[in-house]
């Protein structure tokens, strides 16, 4: 996994460099670095990485569109102890639970 991974879920949303550097738990620079000279990503940054473009993937599908998603990400959520599900992406277990609830989402349940 490597810088180009980054890219792709840059360009799948809307959020900001910060923002995204700050789920994957790095500085904007370190971000850019990788992105720019196409680094191997670290073996615990490369798994955030794939589970983030995993459901930022699964997220547009459901929706239809990213933008559609983003709005779902940004909205304080029942299911997610009222918090807003972008509040979650930063673990991995929180990126597995919203892949969950796309899932379930995608097959009829309420979200």
Same mark, same amino acid.
């Given at each position: 996994?490597?810088?180009? #991974? ?7 949303? !809307? ?9 994957? !738990?790095?500085?904007? !620079? ?32 459901? #929706? ?14 029942? #299911? #997610? ?14 990126? !597995? ?15």
């Amino acid at each position: 996994v490597n810088g180009s #991974f980054i890219d792709d879920i840059k360009k799948m949303t !809307r959020y900001k460099e910060s923002k995204i550097a700050g789920w994957l !738990r790095i500085s904007e !620079r370190t971000m850019r670095t990788y992105q720019s000279e196409n680094k191997v990503l670290e073996k615990g940054l490369s798994e955030q990485v794939v589970m983030l473009r995993t459901v930022m993937e699964k997220g547009k599908a459901v #929706f239809g569109e990213s933008d559609a998603f983003d709005k779902w990400l940004d909205m304080e959520n029942f #299911f #997610f102890d009222g918090k807003k599900p972008s509040s979650y992406l930063d673990t991995t277990s929180g990126l !597995r639970y919203i892949f969950d609830r796309l899932t379930a989402m995608e097959y009829g349940d309420n979200v």
